[in-house]
């Protein structure tokens, strides 16, 4: 169920009524339905799966992955839930 | 912007990680991950090896391969025995034993079997051959759910009739709460998939990690992702936390992407459904809701009843919720090989047995 | 009372029959003047010889190089679709039976074939085929001394399929063969895994990617000769075709009842083949190849061996990945990057692309 692997959308076009876009994955591309992530523009990154985008990689991309090690060394066990959940 | 970054593959940074594991591990914990992408992950890049001793990763019912109940394999059996009818899967669906007959089968009877990568590929072959009834056998959790959901929205919209879906698809939640309400169970902390959570988000987390007392955190794919996951996981269960985490936020955000789910739930509403080995948890599986009922295969198509015949040997509903260990199975390395599996978990690539029994035999 | 209109004879109407189709119908397969005229149109335009032109069912070889052993291969090819990036059946037929003789330490020097034509098979894309056919040969440096064509009623075959026998001498004194391989070997790929499954894929168009990959298919009998010249002990020789890289090792790790321990980083895969594979699921080390070899050889020979490749045509990123550790009941282990290690079976089965 989850084989996803992130791709850039070169661009958006419609095809048979339903919002189509093009990515590229390193040299391999795709046509992806983007149904599920309509406010999706050419240059930005999304997650593929079985053949349509799932989701738009976050703004904050990869960084927020290395924040949370960074962090992670200074974990403590009063953190509230709120601090958590991102 | 970059798609992942070399550096979430990066081997000193998971062994650093793991090494962080080891020094804060200090009693043993049972971690359970239901997502077959990241059994998958685990057993390719050998993790479990890196891990303290102290720490067991139990793998859950994660591969809707696994999980797909054999009534539904017989079912898709005789939809694609019929005439005229084009059945579509998933690839590895093909390998999946019925009574006596699997996919791979039918299509050496005759039948026309053929994968799909896309659901929507399927659709196509409806629009290309109008005299035939293509059917699409729709299974997987909530990730596929969205996909397959915008398929039929888009066959309705384009007023495609001969496409049909045979209704596999199962939730996590469910799951989650039919293991670790099982009097056996010896799940300690969950990593949450990481995909399931793009689509969905964790907000149905937060009320299983607080009736249960279990840390949940959300999991990616690659390496530096599931050792992230797996610390933030151990370091929640030594502190005696039990809080819903986020270690993927790269894509996954608490309320997760609405259009996918709104589209899900326009389209399907929870029903309850039969989990291979496991039995049936309510509500656990997406049906048809009654606007879209015409896209159902099984009012499509005359069905007779089968007597369904499980192995008795195969025990794979105790190794699917963790409360047995493959090597535990009679079976297992015998009667029960990848290449002639007896059930599901030994057909799959990531499924548990099979990923022992790639394992089983290093150790030797 | 007046004449009916009289027809103006103006000579002979013969319905001749249709000298040009365009495309293969059972007549060609019938042994007469249309089967004669499509092997002289089609194949002995491509492929002449002297051999081939005496127009017997059989053929003579007066060739008797003495001190040399006669290596023999056979393959049928069935490949779908015929024609792919970097390749087609035709080239597929010559290279597939060529490197199998070329694997066993033979120079080939002659190939039969058998076409089996379907009913409604359009000529020009044989023509095309037989044209890449008897490049490959020439590339190769081998004749096409025997053939035969059939042609089956539509729907009895699927287009076209041929099957190729290859002959040639081998060194009485080589000692090749997947039961060779010894513990301290070196296990050395000539080039990059999986391009030719995933140009095959891609050319079915039923996985919705452009990878722009392109098959490997390649003759390697002259790499072969290069490295026997150069006086090197080869123990084994084997292309990883059915079943990847993979497959083809478990195979040779059993016949020589030894374990074969990998090294995942070294094993040089094309950037778009990694990429489609990571989209698709299916894992590089299991696709085929059609041009490309296996070398196992004493470890002390192994930069050797590497630069003699490197040199060569086909060998340019000839790579050490791996090598024999151990006799045993033969198994191949992979080193991933992480350190860790995981054992590599054979392919069970059909390669199926993964959901999860």
């Not at chain 3, 282990?333 to 392919?347: I, N, Q, S």
């Amino acid at each position: 169920m989850c084989l996803g692997i992130p791709g850039k959308v070169i661009n958006t076009y419609e095809q048979d009524g339903t919002l189509m876009a093009s990515v590229d994955f390193d040299g391999v591309q795709q046509a992806v339905c983007a149904a599920t992530t309509p406010e999706v523009q050419a240059g930005q990154y999304v997650l593929v799966h079985a053949g349509f985008a799932l989701n738009v990689l976050s703004d904050t991309e990869a960084e927020e992955t290395l924040k949370i090690l960074h962090d992670l060394q200074q974990f403590n066990a009063n953190l509230t839930e709120e601090d958590k959940i991102s | 912007m970059s798609e992942s970054p070399k550096n979430l593959r990066d081997a000193s940074l998971t062994k650093a990680i793991m090494a962080e594991i080891q020094r804060i591990t200090t009693q043993p914990w049972n971690i359970m991950e239901i997502c077959g992408g990241q059994t998958h992950a685990i057993m390719q890049y050998g993790l479990d090896q890196l891990l303290p001793p102290e720490i067991t990763l139990i793998h859950g019912p994660g591969c809707p391969v696994c999980v797909t109940s054999l009534q539904a394999i017989e079912q898709g059996l005789q939809i694609a025995a019929q005439p005229d009818v084009v059945f579509t899967t998933f690839g590895d669906m093909l390998r999946v034993p019925g009574n006596k007959a699997d996919l791979f089968t039918a299509r050496s009877q005759g039948a026309d079997v053929r994968v799909v990568y896309s659901p929507l590929d399927s659709l196509k072959i409806a629009r290309e051959n109008p005299g035939k009834q293509v059917v699409f056998f729709a299974i997987g959790f909530e990730t596929t759910a969205p996909t397959i959901a915008s398929t039929i929205l888009s066959a309705q919209k384009t007023g495609i009739t001969n496409f049909s879906i045979l209704p596999a698809n199962v939730l996590v939640p469910p799951a989650m709460h039919a293991i670790l309400s099982n009097l056996a169970n010896r799940v300690q902390g969950f990593l949450a998939a990481g995909h399931v959570c793009a689509v969905m988000g964790y907000h149905e987390y937060l009320p299983i990690a607080e009736r249960y007392q279990i840390p949940i955190v959300v999991t990616g794919f690659e390496a530096v992702d599931l050792a992230t996951g797996i610390l933030m996981t151990v370091q929640q269960l030594e502190a005696g936390q039990h809080q819903v985490a986020n270690a993927y936020p790269r894509f996954v955000t608490m309320e997760g992407n609405k259009v996918a789910q709104d589209m899900i739930y326009q389209v399907f509403e929870p029903v309850d459904r039969q989990w291979r080995g496991i039995g049936t948890i309510p509500l656990s599986g997406l049906g048809l809701r009654p606007e879209f009922a015409s896209f159902d295969a099984l009012s499509r198509f005359d069905l007779t009843q089968t007597v369904l015949r499980e192995s008795p040997l195969c025990i794979a509903g105790k190794v699917l919720s963790g409360v047995a260990k493959p090597i535990d199975c009679p079976a297992f390395g015998r009667e029960c090989t990848p290449a002639l599996p007896l059930g599901a978990p030994m057909v799959s690539s990531e499924g548990a047995c099979a990923a022992y029994y790639r394992y089983h035999r290093t150790r030797e | 009372m007046t004449q009916p209109d009289m027809p103006v004879l103006e000579g002979p109407n013969c319905p001749l029959p249709i000298k040009d189709r365009g495309q293969i119908v059972i007549g060609h397969g019938s042994g007469g003047q249309m089967t004669h005229d499509l092997i002289r149109d089609v194949f002995q335009r491509r492929l002449s010889n002297a051999i081939l032109d005496t127009g017997n069912d059989a053929a003579i070889l007066s060739e008797a190089p003495g001190e040399k052993r006669l290596v023999v291969s056979t393959d049928a090819h069935i490949v779908s679709p015929l024609f792919f990036a970097g390749g087609d059946i035709g080239r597929l037929a010559v290279c597939g039976t060529v490197n199998d003789v070329a694997m066993l330490g033979a120079e080939p020097r002659f190939l039969t074939a058998a076409f089996i034509l379907e009913e409604g098979f359009p000529i020009h894309e044989l023509e095309l085929i037989v044209d890449s056919f008897a490049q490959a040969c020439r590339e190769a440096g081998v004749e096409l001394i025997a053939a035969d064509t059939k042609v089956t009623e539509k729907g009895k075959s699927d287009k076209l399929f041929i099957s190729t026998t290859g002959f040639g001498w081998a060194d009485n004194s080589l000692q090749i063969g997947g039961e060779q391989a010894k513990p301290g070997d070196a296990v050395i790929i000539s080039g990059p895994v999986g391009n030719h499954g995933i140009a095959v894929a891609e050319a079915r168009g039923n996985l919705g990617f452009t990878s722009k990959v392109r098959s490997d298919t390649a003759p390697l009998n002259h790499l072969v000769k290069a490295l026997l010249d150069a006086k090197l002990d080869v123990h084994v020789l084997r292309d990883p075709t059915r079943g990847g890289l993979a497959t083809t090792l478990v195979e040779i790790a059993r016949q020589s009842q030894v374990n074969i321990k990998l090294d995942e980083e070294s094993i040089p895969i094309d950037k778009p083949v990694r990429k489609t594979c990571e989209l698709l699921g299916l894992d590089p080390l299991y696709l085929a190849n059609e041009g490309k070899l296996i070398l196992i050889l004493p470890a002390d020979q192994a930069g050797q061996a590497v630069r003699v490749m490197r040199g060569a045509r086909y060998g340019e990123e000839a790579q050490i990945i791996g090598q024999v550790i151990g006799a045993s009941k033969g198994q191949v282990w992979l080193k991933t990057p992480y350190g860790t290690t995981r054992v590599l079976e054979m392919l069970a089965g059909e390669m199926l692309p993964r959901i999860c």
